[in-house]
């Protein structure tokens, strides 16, 4: 098991999404384009909460309820 945490600061988004599949939903509920985006591999989750405007917290909070949801199937 890995023992990277989806809430590092400079995981790429791109990781995340390939670490834990289960988040892509958080972003396109989001109208997020980062899914298959060519800059996911350089940005975070800091760099698009900022270019989507989006409270970062409260982003975060949705990944991880999403990633555990995923991890209870």
Do not use: N
């Amino acid at each position: 098991m890995s023992s990277t945490r989806f809430d590092d600061p400079d995981l790429s988004l791109s990781d995340l999404m390939t670490l834990w599949p289960q988040t892509v939903s958080v972003f396109l509920r989001h109208g997020m384009l980062c899914v298959g985006c060519l800059i996911a591999p350089f940005h975070t989750i800091t760099d698009a909460c900022a270019e989507y405007h989006l409270d970062e917290d409260l982003f975060v909070a949705e990944l991880r309820e999403a990633i555990k949801r995923g991890s209870a199937r």
